[in-house]
T-cell receptor, first 111, second 114 residues
Framework: GQNIDQPTEMTATEGAIVQINCTYQ??????LFWYQQHAGEAPTFLSY????GLEEKGRFSSFLSRSKGYSYLLLKELQMKDSASYLC????????????FGAGTRLFVKA | DAGITQSPRHKVTETGTPVTLRCHQT?????MYWYRQDPGHGLRLIHY???????DKGEVSDGYSVSRSKTEDFLLTLESATSSQTSVYFC?????????????FGPGTRLTVL
């Protein structure tokens, strides 16, 4: 079956580092996305990993291990504006060009 | 800004009435998607399109139909709205080339079925 798991909620302190994990089991795999979604807004694209390893983009980094079905999003130097939901999603090419989303992780950044 | 608009942005309707939501893109992307987002469920795919007149079902397609007569427009129709279809609906477009891929979302439509 298709399954994407990520923690429901996390809390971290301003200025700290937080790692949000995602594990997936899908019929096929053609890349993994991370999105940020503030309350009441549309998701916005953060990263895309199709090969194993770490992709760094400013304060945000994303890691992928295809053999383990595992990814994480690393947020450094946390700011209050990083309080949002973070969505992990997998591109599954079997049966069409679809993306399967996890339920999201709500991150609360406290002062 | 990926040039995606949705209309209407908010709608309240009654059970049993037909409803059509519109997604419009200005980027000429091939793939377009309709999702619904509900608390605890994340984003779930309703239907998607891979070209003009080419559409396919997603995981929660019952009670919904779609049409794409032009590249830029993707319509989602609820034939007879039910209270379980109260949700936030997002349209998305997909851009893929080589090892890069992304999906841009429209601003969303909040639909309430009374």
């Amino acid at each position: 079956g298709q399954n994407i798991d990520q923690p429901t909620e996390m809390t971290a302190t301003e200025g700290a580092i937080v790692q949000i994990n995602c594990t997936y089991q899908t019929s096929g795999f053609n890349g993994l996305f991370w999105y940020q979604q503030h309350a009441g807004e549309a998701p916005t694209f953060l990263s895309y990993n199709v090969l194993d390893g770490l992709e760094e983009k400013g304060r945000f980094s994303s890691f992928l291990s295809r053999s383990k079905g595992y990814s994480y999003l690393l947020l450094k130097e946390l700011q209050m504006k990083d309080s949002a939901s973070y969505l992990c999603a997998v591109r599954d090419p079997t049966g069409g060009f679809k993306t399967i989303f996890g339920a999201g992780t709500r991150l609360f950044v406290k002062a | 800004d990926a040039g995606i608009t949705q209309s209407p942005r908010h709608k309240v309707t009654e059970t049993g009435t037909p409803v059509t939501l519109r997604c419009h893109q200005t980027e000429n992307h091939r793939y377009m998607y309709w999702y619904r987002q509900d608390p605890g469920h994340g984003l779930r795919l309703i239907h998607y399109s891979y070209g003009v007149k080419d559409t396919d079902k997603g995981e929660v397609s019952d009670g919904y139909s779609v049409s794409r007569s032009k590249t830029e427009d993707f319509l989602l129709t609820l034939e007879s709205a039910t209270s379980s279809q109260t949700s936030v609906y997002f349209c998305a477009i997909s851009e893929s080339s080589g090892t890069t891929d992304t999906q841009y979302f429209g601003p969303g439509t909040r639909l309430t079925v009374l």
